[in-house]
């Protein structure tokens, strides 16, 4: 056959396997909501990019793309002798991505099958197989024979396949997988079979890359990088596999191609790698060393690596009010949570460029940091925080009521391999062990196991549990405005507040929410807005030293992102949203609030302190000569509905009053109202009517006061703040309050 005919043939093939991958594999019609980046995804390049940013080898083999799948019974040992059809991995079963879209039950296993070849280049030396993660136990067989068993659905793990290899050609990769997702022997974060509102769809199976890799007998197997900013050095640990009898480690570091520092010493030993005047990594500067690790036997390089890192230190310097410093200076983190779900994926992004995509937003909403909520990403996600200068707040998966007892060590176990698979990237400077009491047990030996596993990090006991006993940070959660805690020796932390719903249409999930919803983007702007201008008060007046917002994205059936879930819609203008988060973060820039009447919504039991009555006054009962003194004194807020209510009010109409006081050094016209009412309310000052409105308010709102009121303001104490509220229909509503606008300060306390 001549060389025409053969290249000719040759194409005939090529085209006819692209033909059949494209019809082996499509993303179903019926899914619900596609990201801009689901276009980019085919069998040929899912996921192409190295996975271990922090130890990378120059040699290695991509298992990514279409495998054979089947799902049988949970008792079948034995792989089917016939299979469902193509999965493309590594995206999840129940995925758009992966070709198949169906759920895998408590009473099934997930089979999965393709075949490799070995090159011949890779002869003498060890292969290893990785899987990034499969959620959530997954036995591996290579030929026919068990390669091994891990459980587990967040860290990554590797076998050593070499013995288990038949000489030359294909080999075959069998992996079963089993993953009980409702069920409570292990950690599933948000995964529920039955998703809906803040629940969503499992993610079961192979949910990031798989790889082979070639390594010499004797190798690196993994890398402890910890960075010490007073000392001016890394600490470095190169552990390895294999015998190590005349083997040293080299180390290099270099800063943009220049050598800062090298060491030579023993494998398995922590070393120091001095550098001279070290580059210190920030958000404002996320300055990053390369480094190079090699293993030398007989003045040859046996093994090489390349990895990164970053000098920095996070700590707490205790004071009234204790802060947190990064690198030795006070720093006000302020970040969204981020639940890292992807409609066209769940679990697993498109593409390296939307992990990155979500990195690139958040800081240009002038966020410093982020709460990454209940779930592990993979190593490229926090590359690209390291990389872009984005802190990290990372928490550990739970479940809700674990009743398995087997749960807490299998917990442990992930916590533990969670902290040490991402130990070395200097994005992440706090650990939150538990969410709001989800699967709690043990927290205060849970908290300082973490910080015995790693004290170079914060510890969070339980977000949203105040007043820890355990742990370094003091955290609440409060919706929807922001508060803060109660003062401890911990730093003030508001760990979760928020929520403005706002649904776009052609971007939902399955449907659009109605309740508590906003009808416009410039509400959720003024929203955020709001929110903003009392969280930098507190960031001033009360020391609050982290903040986050929720949410980043849409997640399926909740609307409250800044962006939808499929990352086609900015609901607000990212350019005013980063002078908002800006003026928070670095508080002595701008103006601030403090509070002259506080409203209850900060206040778990209300706040205490109103006259009220629900029978038509006199006409002067707003004025501060009248005697009410035979009124009702109550909590608010007042009204029938919402869990900040506290003095029910059932009537058609209310009148509220109380006393306050205003200094001497204060000026009135410095003075705003903050209110919410639902009808028509008239607020006034002294007897002077401030501002009024028909109509429903459905969030607190701050308010100019009318100038005839501000002049009506004395000195002293003898004030009265009065409201007047009318509701005809079946929702009553009303609390208000005072403050007072600051002029920026040089120094917070």
């Keep these: 056959m001549n060389a025409s005919r053969c290249f000719t043939l040759l194409v005939v093939v090529m085209l006819g396997m692209t033909s059949l991958c494209a019809t082996e594999w499509r993303i179903p019609d019926h899914a619900p909501l596609l990201t801009r980046w689901a276009k980019d995804v085919s069998p040929t390049n899912a996921l192409p990019e190295y996975p271990r940013p922090q130890m990378v080898r120059s040699t290695w083999q991509n298992l990514n793309g279409l495998w054979d799948y089947a799902i049988t019974d949970k008792s079948a040992e034995q792989k089917p002798s016939a299979w469902d ?5 590594p995206y999840p079963i129940e995925s758009a ?53 891990h459980r587990g659905g967040y860290d990554p793990f590797s076998f050593d396949i070499t013995t288990l290899l038949n000489g030359s050609g294909p080999q075959e990769l069998v992996v079963r997988v089993f993953d009980d997702t409702n069920g409570a022997q292990h950690p599933v974060g948000k995964q529920s079979l039955k998703p809906g509102g803040m629940w969503y769809s499992p993610a079961s ?11 010499p007998a004797t190798s690196i197997a993994s890398l402890k990088l910890t960075p010490d900013v007073d000392q001016h050095r890394l600490k470095l640990t190169v552990h390895t596999t294999g015998a190590t009898q005349g083997v040293t480690v080299t180390a290099v570091a270099r800063f943009v191609a220049e050598v800062a520092g090298v060491i030579t010493g023993a494998a398995n030993a922590e070393l120091s790698l001095n550098l001279a005047n070290p580059r210190l990594w920030s958000p404002d500067k996320p300055d990053l060393y390369d480094l190079q690790v090699s293993l030398v036997s007989r003045g040859n390089k046996i093994d090489t690596v390349t990895s990164y890192f970053g000098m920095r230190k996070i700590t ?9 410093h990064l690198n030795g200076k006070k720093i006000v983190q302020l970040g969204l949570l981020d639940q890292g779900y992807w ?31 209940v779930k592990v990403e993979p190593a490229r996600w926090y590359y690209w925080a390291d990389k872009l200068g984005l802190l990290v707040w990372q928490d550990m998966p739970t479940r809700m009521n674990p009743v398995d007892p087997n749960y807490n060590a299998q917990f442990e176990s992930e916590l533990q391999r969670m902290v040490m698979t991402l130990y070395n990237h200097p994005c992440i400077v706090t650990w939150i062990d538990f969410n709001e009491n989800w699967g709690h047990y043990d927290a205060a030996r849970i908290a300082n196991l973490v910080k015995s596993w790693d004290p170079t990090r914060l510890v969070t006991y339980d977000s949203g549990e105040f007043n820890a006993p355990a742990g370094d940070l003091n955290d609440i959660h409060n919706y929807p405005y922001p508060s803060y805690p109660i003062p401890t020796n911990k730093p003030r932390i508001l760990g979760e507040h928020g929520v403005g719903h706002l649904g776009i249409d052609g971007h939902f999930w399955h449907r659009k929410d109605t309740s508590r919803y906003l009808r416009t983007a410039d509400d959720l702007q003024n929203l955020y807005a709001e929110f903003a201008d009392l969280t930098r008060s507190f960031v001033v007046t009360e020391g609050l030293q982290g903040i986050v917002y929720t949410q980043f994205t849409d997640v399926e059936e909740e609307q409250n992102g800044l962006w939808t879930y499929d990352r086609q819609v900015c609901k607000v203008k990212p350019t005013a949203i980063h002078a908002i988060n800006q003026a928070i973060i670095h508080p002595e820039n701008t103006w601030y609030y403090t509070r002259i009447v506080d409203t209850s919504d900060r206040f778990r039991d209300g706040l205490a302190g109103w006259q009220y009555t629900t029978n038509a006054p006199p006409t002067d009962w707003h004025t501060a000569t009248f005697d009410a003194s035979a009124w009702a004194t109550g909590t608010g807020a007042f009204g029938n509905h919402g869990d900040r209510v506290h003095t029910r009010w059932n009537s058609s109409e209310i009148w509220l009053r109380k006393t306050f006081s205003f200094g001497a050094q204060q000026h009135a016209t410095n003075l705003r109202l903050r209110v919410r009412h639902q009808g028509a309310a008239e607020y006034y000052l002294n007897g002077v009517l401030a501002f009024s409105e028909d109509g429903d308010n459905q969030i ?40 007072y606008v600051n002029p920026p300060q040089t120094k917070t306390p």
């Design 343 to 373: 409609p066209d994926g769940i679990y697993t992004a498109p593409t390296d460029e939307a992990l990155k995509w979500d990195i690139v937003q958040q800081r240009a909403f002038g966020c410093n940091m982020v709460r990454k909520h």
């Design 205 to 215: 199976g192979i949910w990031q890359t798989v790889w082979l890799e070639p390594v």
């Design 700 to 739: 607190y709102r701050v308010v100019a006061i009318n100038p005839a009121a501000q002049k009506a303001i004395q000195t002293g104490s003898n004030n009265v703040f009065a409201i007047h509220s009318r509701q005809s229909g079946r929702e009553r509503y009303v609390d208000g309050g005072i403050l």
């Design 316 to 324: 707490i310097v205790p004071g009234r009010f204790p802060e947190i």
């Design 97 to 149: 991505l992966s070709g198949v879209m169906r759920p895998l039950k408590p009473d099934q296993r997930l089979w999965y099958r393709r075949t490799f070849t070995v090159p011949p280049a890779w002869n003498g030396q060890r292969i290893l197989l990785h899987f990034g993660a499969v959620d959530w136990e997954a036995e591996v067989f290579v030929n026919g024979q068990r390669a091994g068993i």
């Design 85 to 89: 059809g193509k999965i493309l991995v």
